[in-house]
């Protein structure tokens, strides 16, 4: 059974920094591209980064690029977002993706991990 | 970024009854786009992906279709457990973009 399971979230000031970890199990981990996407407390989905199965490939949403880092160790099964200069904007629930493979899709979810963002 | 609408934003509906959203892209996406369903304090779950293909386990009564700019999430009788807010997603280039969804309550 695929697992994800997040981790990290806090509460944190503007201007601050966080790391989100997201343990994965129940699939070969390195064989696929994982996502972090979000959703601001009521608020739709935003899709935030990627990284591909080798960490060779990363993209970022514009709202987060130069501020935030996705990174994997695959030795550990595990993916993480470094986030750095917080704004209250970026206060929302964090999700871990998996990438279907075939496509860009996203077929397994964690439940989410919260930042809140808040002085 | 591409840009996703729905319509509509919410509906009422009953036990049975026949239902269908609608996305629209700003922008030709071929037939690179997906369905979630997410229900309150639970993580989006994919329905459809490609336009048309069901995900495995997702029941029959839920289909997709459309490509370009339009597209139809149809459920053929609303049960209980379909009672959720759907989101669409384009997969055609990055950033992946969602819809903002459209809530399905009980009428």
């Known amino acids: 059974e695929v697992q994800l399971v997040e981790s990290g979230g806090v509460v944190v000031q503007p201007g601050g920094s966080l790391r989100l970890s997201c343990a994965a199990s129940?699939?070969?981990?390195?064989?696929?591209?994982m996502h972090w996407v979000r959703q601001a407390p009521g608020k739709g989905l935003e899709w935030v980064s990627l990284?591909?199965?080798?960490?060779?490939?990363?993209y970022y949403g514009d709202s987060v690029k130069g501020r935030f880092t996705i990174s994997r160790d695959n030795s550990k099964n595990s993916l993480y977002l470094q986030m750095n200069s917080l704004r209250t904007e970026d206060t929302a629930l964090y999700y871990c993706?998996?990438?279907?493979?075939?496509?860009?899709?996203?077929?397994?979810w964690g439940q989410g991990t919260l930042v809140t963002v808040s002085s | 970024a591409i840009q996703m609408t729905q319509s509509p934003s919410s509906l009422s509906a009953s036990v049975g009854d026949r239902v269908t959203i609608t996305c629209r892209a700003s922008?030709?996406?071929?037939?690179?786009l997906g369905w979630y369903q997410q229900k309150p304090g639970k993580p989006p779950k994919l329905l459809i992906y490609?336009?048309?293909n069901l995900q495995s386990g997702v029941p029959s009564r839920f289909s997709g279709s459309g490509s370009d700019t339009d597209f139809t999430l149809t459920i053929s009788s609303l049960q209980p457990e379909d009672f959720a807010t759907y989101f669409c997603?384009?997969?055609?280039?990055?950033?992946?973009?969602f819809g903002p969804g459209t809530k399905v309550d009980i009428k």
């Open positions: 990284i591909s199965w080798d960490s060779d490939t990363t």
């Open positions: 129940g699939f070969t981990f390195d064989d696929y591209t």
């Open positions: 993706a998996k990438d279907m493979a075939t496509s860009g899709y996203f077929d397994y």
């Open positions: 997603l384009q997969d055609y280039n990055y950033p992946p973009t």
């Open positions: 490609g336009s048309s």
């Open positions: 922008q030709g996406i071929r037939n690179d």
